[in-house]
């Protein structure tokens, strides 16, 4: 039996050490699925429910696993369903390859049934590189690109492939006029920045007395580089959202995450140091780094294009963080006074106290912060975690230490909501001999998560480690843009846009065949965490969470929540119609003299 395009394109995968495509079927890509069933499912076709929620899947496990994710969508509909969760992967700097059907060159240009100009559609996120094959030779070549290019750039390549090309026969390049011939690999490497540049950079930070180390996920690798320098400088070091997990929270300097939804000493560390050093982020709100003209600054990023950018470096060193603090250590003289290292220890000390009691404070039904907080002391060292755009990510950031070999993620630059269980999948995927921890909204769950418990409940029985955890806070309420509204535009709660159904999660659950567990009472809490950490399947836990605990960050405009909260408190919202009834009395907590943690 000839081998077709199709039967070459999973071979080829299969050489490029590709062990699992995300997808969902459709006739665009019916040659591609004919052969996965030739192939006998290698690589795997791991099916999602929609198109979205394989991108997503595919970027989550690309994040877990370090390794080049792969999804795969029909023509038209399909692949314009990829876009959101290919635009994560792109904004966070993952590669993510999609390959995607078209209609029969024949038919192209018209104006045929799902015809859609993907060259044109996919220009932007796949910006790097996108291709479409046209004749069997050319194959080779545009796959090896599409994952060479993916991994150097850490970004989001495409390949389009017409439906009748995947079932041509395959032909090799030959060595002739106008042929492309490729091959197999994406060599390692790490470069350096000049000796110059590294001088400049140790004198900006011999210099200061105040270091403030920023790190992001670009630093993940260069752990004990890392240790080693903050030792050095006598540093603080606050971490962007996407670098959660790159240093663990018990080292007693890190203050935690840093932004909207980053922590108070983190803020502090920013505001009071006189020395600045970025390491692999791109962190991109300028108004939480040090006001311009306070800080000197230096810059480690191995992309030329995104140096420079945020906050005016003094000295931009392009190179691998791990290799370029090699390079730095030898040169930079350990500091004598310790004494703002200790104002930062005592900080996030000081910290952790405040987030312990502010889990402790009453609520209605349950305190949202209580549910995470509670949650860290049980965490398995190996924990994968990922966290939903809203109010639990802020919770996410702010209660759960790292430690260990424990991981995180969420949608970092891009911030969609969805992407919290497909993440988790595409995590178990990555390493099924891990657990897994999801930590969702209900308008995440019901934009998207409740239809991803299927995939679970699908392939669960394949991990060593059936453990995948989602736990719904569920308040009824867009949450994050209730307060946001609040805190930033003076206005109530307008329920028509903000409150959502009243969904039983986990009896949905207990129908797709997973363990539910509901939780009303606080003394429920820790029990039920156990509980699902002990299961021997998927869970997921329905918390019922007062939606009046307020995810404002330490910095907010107090005076704004304050005026928003009092008239409130007036009943001019009431008369209105836009608040929920019981929301007054829990925001009284928070209404005189700022927030509590100041107190």
């Not at 390794?67 to 290919?86: E, F, K, Q, W, Y």
């Not at 939903?388 to 070999?405: P, V």
């Not at 946001?484 to 039983?504: C, K, N, W, Y």
């Not at 704004?560 to 209105?576: C, E, I, N």
Request: proline share 7%; hydrophobic share 40%; aromatic share 8%.
């Amino acid at each position: 039996m000839s081998t077709k395009v199709s039967d070459y394109l999973l071979q080829r995968l299969q050489e490029w050490g590709v062990e699992h495509v995300f997808g969902y079927a459709g006739d665009g890509i019916n040659g591609l699925l004919a052969a996965w069933g030739r192939a006998d499912d290698r690589p795997q076709f791991v099916q999602a429910r929609h198109e979205e929620m394989a991108a997503f899947e595919a970027v989550g496990y690309a994040k877990f696993s370090g390794r080049v994710g792969v999804c795969a969508a029909t023509s038209g509909p399909g692949a314009i369903h990829l876009l959101n969760g290919l635009y994560d992967a792109k904004l966070d700097h993952v590669p993510v390859v999609a390959i995607v059907g078209q209609t029969n060159r024949s038919a192209m240009g018209g104006s045929y049934q799902q015809e859609v100009d993907l060259a044109s559609l996919f220009k932007d996120v796949a910006s790097a590189y996108c291709e479409m094959v046209t004749v069997p030779e050319q194959l080779p070549n545009v796959l090896d690109r599409a994952m060479r290019t993916s991994y150097a750039r850490r970004t989001v390549t495409a390949l389009i492939i017409p439906a009748d090309v995947q079932e041509l026969d395959y032909e090799a390049p030959t060595h002739a006029f106008k042929m492309v011939p490729s091959s197999l690999g994406h060599p390692h490497y790490a470069p350096v920045p000049a000796e110059e540049d590294l001088r400049r950079a140790a004198d900006v930070l011999n210099a200061g007395r105040k270091v403030a180390v920023l790190l992001g996920q670009g630093a993940r690798h260069a752990r004990p580089q890392v240790e080693r320098i903050v030792e050095i400088l006598a540093a603080g070091v606050a971490k962007a959202l996407l670098g959660k997990d790159v240093l663990p929270d018990t080292l007693p300097y890190v203050t935690g995450s840093i932004g909207l939804l980053g922590t108070r000493p983190s803020y502090e560390l920013m505001r009071d140091c006189d020395t600045l050093l970025t390491i692999g982020s791109s962190f991109p709100y300028t108004q939480f780094l040090p006001e311009f003209g306070q800080a000197r600054a230096v810059q480690i990023d191995i992309d030329p294009f995104m140096v420079g950018l945020r906050y005016p470096f003094e000295v931009n060193l392009i190179g691998d963080s791990a290799a370029a603090l090699d390079g730095l250590l030898p040169l930079l003289e350990r500091k004598s006074d310790r004494s703002w290292q200790e104002t930062a220890v005592k900080n996030a000390a000081r910290w952790w106290e405040v987030m312990q009691r502010r889990a402790t404070l009453e609520a209605d039904p349950v305190n949202p912060e209580y549910v995470v907080h509670a949650l860290d002391a049980l965490l398995p060292d190996d924990v994968m975690l990922s966290a939903d755009s809203g109010s639990s990510a802020n919770w996410y950031a702010r209660h759960l230490r790292m430690r260990g070999g424990m991981r995180g993620s969420l949608s970092g630059n891009l911030a969609t909501m969805g992407p919290g269980v497909p993440y988790a999948i595409g995590a178990k995927f990555a390493h099924p001999d891990r657990p897994a921890i999801a930590i969702v909204g209900d308008g995440a769950m019901q934009m998207n998560g409740l239809a991803e418990l299927i995939t679970a409940a699908k392939y669960y029985e394949q991990w060593q480690d059936p453990r995948l955890i989602v736990a719904v806070l569920n308040n009824r309420d867009l949450n994050q843009v209730t307060w946001e509204m609040r805190a930033m535009e003076g206005a109530p709660q307008f329920l028509p846009s903000q409150e959502l159904p009243d969904i039983p999660y986990a009896r949905v659950a207990e129908n797709f065949g997973l363990l539910g567990i509901s939780v009303d009472k606080p003394e429920q809490v820790e029990a039920a965490w156990s509980q699902a950490l002990a299961a021997q399947r998927p869970c997921v836990i329905e918390f019922r969470t007062d939606p009046a605990v307020p995810p404002i960050p330490p910095h907010a405009d107090w005076d704004q929540v304050k005026a928003t909260v009092a008239s409130m408190l007036h009943g001019d919202s009431d008369r209105s119609g836009m608040v929920r009834q019981g929301v007054k009395a829990k925001l009284q907590e928070f209404l005189p003299g700022g927030p509590k943690e100041d107190k």
